[in-house]
């Protein structure tokens, strides 16, 4: 269950001339001892300056050993294929699963919505005021609401109808149209439930926000069921999305201080604020490689 | 469901003499117009200043209001008999559930508690440096860890060892002792569950902390299984305690950032800090009449 | 010092049919006894419903005393002028202060902003989502930068180049476009100090968010200088503009953790998100008529 | 000023056998290429194991270097004095300041407090519950409130009267009294300014609670005049002593919600729980070798 350590090959250089110079060395293994000392090892020999290292052990160090690392060298552009097939050598020694990327080039992505635009519009916005480091590539709707707002930022926007009976032609024609397109998904209130024959084309690529603190209210109107129960914080969750709703692996949350004078729909108001902020934090981890995956559960190395 | 307005007949007066000087309303009835008028106008008629009011109404104003207000009169002590006796033709007006309190009235607790002293040590803690204005006239526990700790403040200190098959005996007993000693209970970290039989005894006068933010976690070993889950913040819920386990009306909830180098002991001692500041506040919302519960929700009025 | 009660006689009526039943009552009197029963019997005689009611008294009922009532009542908008005139008599007995808004009735304002534009965008992107219940007017910068957004809302750009030399003459023509157009100024990261003269034009009427927790931090560079104290909580602050910088009445403030790996630029990215959220809610609360002022400070009566 | 890597030959062997088996390595150098690598081989070569690795580089790896080590051994008691030697032709390759510690020994610290108890009950608690790994070997205070609660934990009490005129010879005698006894000491609301001379003993080991969230309110009553000023959070801030009076590094902060219903009394309770959270969290990362100091900012290696 490593799969974000399969290469994203297909992601595109940024049309503008980039600043971003460095790399990231993502690695997972078996523990063992040695395995910094090769890797910084490895990195000084090709000349590279480790600008940020962080790393994490499960199980007290008998357990599987996470490592991300960000690292500059000169000429970085020419040499990185000679850098990659160098480290062949290291990641065998260490049983390793790896993956070197360059900061530079862009994830791209495509987002799924319904009609409500509060999270879409923020993505949107905090890639324009260059906040992600990425591409939306397409906006897919099974409505029509945001088509306007999503071509104002001259973003390519698909409608596709769905319901139950049509779900699986559906989805094989957007499996066609995302084929080769994108590098992961956000689903930014798409309210609908992808099949798990869908998601397994996008194993641990696939990222939602939900609208409660999970395991809290997992499954349909978590704001209804908050005010129902009573609580005095509400909450957002992004996790990837796995087969099993609302439990894949948790990426981030927040919460909000709520009391008895807020309504459902005043649940609902402040939780926009709260989805917003949690999604694209979710979102810009992923572009930049932050988040590794062990078990159900994240590892998030902050910036 | 409104048993807070039982008489807290048998609250004993502090040792000391007090600068408490004022007393409290607490209505619940059908809204209606007029209520704040007459409530009011009836004050100020007995002279009284109003020095807080709270109110709420469900349903926008076409269900259920509730209102607490904090009022000062002179001579308040030898009228207070006469002040209430005076309001039962408002309350009769509007169907009202009232209770009036005087504010320098203590209300006595007792304190249930296993083998962690945590949330034990807080309240009595606040309890010595006067934050929390009630009388905690003995501690219940199944085990015998803190019976010192519970002596050094003066307290008596009573040990109920139970099983399942001795449970209904050992709470019989327990109600025996209780019996007109105490307005409330506290459960704080008692890992016993109360059979329904005995919270009968006080209905919407027993405060469980629960060492999870529910409704997530429900049951036994919350951190083990926020652990499990890979949450990113762990919380604590104190809340009435009804036949429905951690089901019952939530005071108060809190939580705090945890990340994938939290084990579940970490989570577990980090818990302790946010279960100790939420039961206190629970305790002294209580304390403070603060605290009115409609149907499974609470409203409270805070200071 | 109640500026608050300053008629806003000039705000316009929605474009389109509102809900907004309700009328709102602000009321600052010198404490005394019976105000609120005689304010609520005004009220149920005039066969108003109150939805919510809130009330403060400084000094321990000895100060002055704030009270904000929310009602409901038949034909409010035939009958409003009545009901105002009608009031009279009460406010009189108190010596009160007071206002009387409809809810339905949206305050004008107008935007001042210089380069950044993260809080503007929040501000209108709120405004469309409906949870602004006002109407921005106009947006006046000294520089272009936000003027294709704005135009794209369909809002009014008024460019105006301003220096130290020809500031009182720029705030002359700013004062003449105002005049008469707009209830309040909001100062959405607009990167020059108003004279003293401009701002007694709109006493307690001009919103600021400084980029920092008040009062550290006053003036320039709040980012840089927190940067360089090692702060481990960056903030912002949305207070009312008097003549000394950055020392009016504080509305609301909210802050975030930072650590040694965020540099200036990170804190001012991730101080973007605080003022954007702190500016909202001021300009929210102001829209609702929720704040008060008392000498130097804000009783904030929140929804 | 790196104070920090002071020896600390002085700590004490806990009493009874614990399983801290592990050790610290903190160093601080001038960045160069390498460094990362240099360490974890020299840690490889030994046969140590690394447990957790933090880095931080100040001005974009032209700066300094930071980085805090754990890590474990076979036998690392008898081999330690070896290892240290071994390390030292790699400190002087990159030039570093560096420190080598043993979990396992504790650190010794003496509170000092006048009258107020909350932050010394909290950090003895913390104590006696196992969560400070440290050692308080004394407690200092120029009034007698507190000394019963701090015999009561057998600890040794110490009375010194101090104003003014005395100051000089009082802290002379503390000076003898410390001399060889602590490592570091707490200033748990001591209402005493330490005079330079007596903090240039102990450089970067006086931890200071003080009462806001600094910069803001430097100096006396910081509750008081977050009242007057209106704030809408108040907050706690510990650092390391310094000449300058609440100027020296922060090491860590909080803060928390008020409102106008909050009296200058009120600030001050709610101030407590804060100055509790943040007064122990800075003595146990002391404790545990987290923090080091750039200029005048903190680099804390979080557990």
Known sequence: MTVYLTPSS?????????????????????????????????????????????????????????????????????????????????????????????????KRFAVFVSKEDHC?????????????????????????????????FGIPFHHFPVNSDTKPAVEEKQLQLLQGQVDFLVLARYMQILTPQFVSHYPLQVINIHHSFLPAFVGRNPYGRAYDRGVKLIGATAHYVTPQLDEGPIIEQDVQRVDHRYGAEDMKRMGRRIERTVLVRAVQWHLEDRILVHGNKTIVFPS
């Open 10 to 106: 297909n992601s595109v250089e940024p049309p503008l001339g980039s600043d971003l110079k460095g790399a990231r060395l993502l690695i997972s293994c078996p523990d063992a001892p040695g395995i910094v000392a090769a890797v910084a090892q490895f990195l000084y020999r090709q000349g590279a300056n480790i600008l940020q290292s962080d790393q994490h052990s499960t199980d007290n160090g008998h357990g599987r050993f996470y490592m991300r690392v960000e690292f500059q060298a000169e000429a970085l552009n020419s040499r990185f294929a000679t850098l990659q097939a160098a480290f062949v050598s290291v990641a065998k020694r260490f049983d390793m699963e790896w993956k070197m990327t360059r900061a530079k080039l862009q």
């Open 120 to 152: 879409l519009r923020e993505l949107l916005w905090a890639w324009q005021a260059g906040d992600l480091w990425g591409q939306p590539v397409m906006v897919i709707s099974n409505h029509v609401e945001v088509q306007s707002l999503v071509e104002s």
